[in-house]
């Protein structure tokens, strides 16, 4: 009689938490829209803005990415989340690692602020930026268990000051536990091991938050259409002008993310203006390192010879350390450089003195733009030296040239040495024009001419190493003809204006809030300097930030 009972109750509790879980599966926390008003009236050629065709990804499922953590993102209460706020919004990585260190902040609470501010944002229509493609369903648990060594001692080592903080990564970066889809629908089931650069964030403690939106395959598949969509995520949207101003890109989800205060960085990756882009269009600091200071391991390519990942942050100082956090000798990247740069993590502390600045001002830039002007004349009252100069005409003939073939060949390793076969099915650009055509109105809205391109594209392996070793040249002239001359620390542009140059000299580029157009739409300052110089510019960088702060966060994202 007792095993009978004790079976009933065995079938009933077993009952119940089917039905719980089921309960749990049906969780709707968005529901899909019609988003054509939101596309309507879109089109203003005169300022060159895109005319969008879609917001919403036809094929992101929110309720995936949002459901798992929900439960742990409702037990912090509207009360609690705004006394968090003086704590964590717009504070640096010191600051917020001093009130933990006080006991005023745990590292969980700090997780929770920020899934709380997505999950306030991102599931409302009216505010949502289209940005979170994918959520690290252990983050608050990891989390809890940085508290628990804490509250036990365990954690005494000297930490680097990355330790704890919630990071986001542009979701062309491979990282365990998320997929890594490049925002293709041909990889949307791509699940990888950690990139290079994530393992370095690990051991250093970083917590990975989740995955952003970017402009699909780093913006190398169709020409004319909207910087920050991609198939998979869906439009990326700009915090400053919703549906008004564009995101940049490709690193469109890493800028919007960090100008929201959705995380404390994000990290993105440029071959050309990809960081630089999307950090001035969204107010926040983009870091685009010398080519082979950081690993490209484990990164959906575009370019071999120009790709890599930057930090993106809202101050110099952040962007120090994060860019530090992943610093680390890769065998598996032939660019790679062994040497760490100990320098980078103080140097976004220790402002250069402005006597001791010396800067190259574009003329055709001071001729063009009032802001850049003013700024410009700002570094000069402040002590700055200042040699205003015209770049020399140089030839970028073969540029996409570079792009074409080496995608052709490291998106074709990449596959090989990440995709599983039995779930990615393309193995090559021949093969993703072919599953793109499949079902074109899906997986490109917007067409795929540059992947058309690279297909045609007859550049020998001769005439491309040619081509590289001309453009390399053409690029360092472009700056060094005044850099040596006057000896200069760097070159003064603005946004992502002279990133191509930048690309093909593999030289460091550095982008700070310079200020605001009467339109509201961010403008930014981008310092260009020689090869391995990222301590330096972040000096003058976090100089130029002191003395003149001109970041302002999205006024719809204050709360």
């Known amino acids: 009689m007792i095993k009978h009972v004790l079976l009933i109750f065995v079938i009933l509790l077993s009952a119940c938490k ?37 917001i919403q990804s036809k094929v992101l499922d929110k309720n995936e990415v949002f459901v798992p953590l929900y439960d742990e993102v409702s037990k912090l209460t509207k009360s609690e989340y705004e006394k968090l706020v003086p704590l964590i919004l717009e504070q640096d990585i010191f ?61 005494t080592q000297i930490q680097h000051p990355i330790y704890g903080m919630p990071i986001l990564l542009k979701d062309n970066i491979n990282a365990l536990g998320m997929k890594t889809t490049a925002g293709s629908i041909a990889l949307m089931n791509n699940e990888v091991d950690d990139s290079f650069i994530v393992q370095q964030l690990k051991k250093n403690g970083a917590l990975i938050l989740g995955k952003v939106n970017l402009s699909e395959w780093a913006y190398f598949l169709c020409t004319g259409c909207p910087v920050g969509y991609s198939a998979y995520g869906g439009q990326t949207l700009n915090p400053y002008g919703r549906r008004i101003f564009e995101t940049g890109g490709s690193s469109s989800g890493s800028g919007t993310a960090v100008a929201a205060n959705y995380a404390v960085a994000a990290v993105g990756t440029e071959t050309s203006g990809s ?52 610093l680390g000798f890769d065998e598996f990247d032939a660019a790679s450089v062994e040497d760490n740069y100990p320098g980078i993590l103080s140097s976004g502390l220790h402002p250069k003195d402005f006597s001791e600045i010396r800067l190259g ?79 074109s109105l899906i997986r490109i809205p917007y067409g795929q001419a540059l992947f058309e391109g690279m297909l045609s594209d007859t550049t020998t392996t001769t005439e491309l190493e040619e081509i590289k070793a001309n453009l390399e ?22 946004n992502n204006y002279h990133a191509g140059y930048a690309a093909v000299a593999k030289y460091p580029a550095l982008t700070i809030p310079m200020g605001y157009k009467a339109s509201g739409e961010p403008l930014s300052l981008t310092f260009i300097g020689k090869q391995f110089s990222e301590a330096n510019l972040l000096q003058i960088g976090k100089a130029y930030e002191e003395k003149f702060p001109n970041r302002a966060i999205p006024s719809d994202y204050r709360n």
């Open 275 to 326: 960081i630089l882009s999307p950090s001035s269009q969204n107010s926040v600091v983009g870091l685009k390192p010398t080519i082979g200071l950081l690993s490209r391991t484990g990164i959906v390519p575009i370019s071999s010879t120009l790709d890599t990942p930057g930090p993106m942050t809202k101050n110099v100082k952040d962007n120090a350390i994060l860019l530090s956090a992943m």
């Open 361 to 439: 001002a574009i003329k055709d830039l001071l001729e063009t733009d009032s802001i850049y002007k003013q700024t410009v004349e700002n570094f000069s009252e402040a002590g700055a030296t200042i040699i205003e100069f015209t770049p020399p005409e140089v030839s970028m003939d073969g540029f996409l040239s570079i792009l074409n073939i080496d995608m052709r060949n490291d998106l074709k390793a990449y596959l090989k040495e990440y995709a599983n076969p039995d779930v990615i099915k393309i193995t090559s650009i021949e093969d993703a024009v072919a599953f793109n055509n499949a079902d």
């Open 95 to 155: 600051t917020i690692r001093n009130h933990i260190k006080e006991d005023r902040l745990t590292y969980e609470n700090l997780v929770l602020f920020y899934l709380y501010r997505i999950y306030k944002y991102e599931l409302n229509n009216a505010t949502t930026l289209n940005t979170i493609i994918a959520l690290n369903k252990d983050v608050v648990e990891q989390a809890r268990e940085l508290d628990k060594q804490n509250q036990m001692g365990v954690a």
């Open 473 to 494: 040249k053409n690029g360092r002239a472009f700056f060094d003809t005044a850099m040596d001359k006057y000896k200069l620390d760097a070159v003064l542009s603005i």
């Open 18 to 54: 089917n039905e719980q879980e089921s309960k749990k599966e049906e969780v709707i926390l968005w529901t899909p829209y019609n988003d054509s008003i939101e596309v309507a009236d879109n089109t203003d050629h005169e300022n060159g803005r895109m005319q969008y065709r879609l």
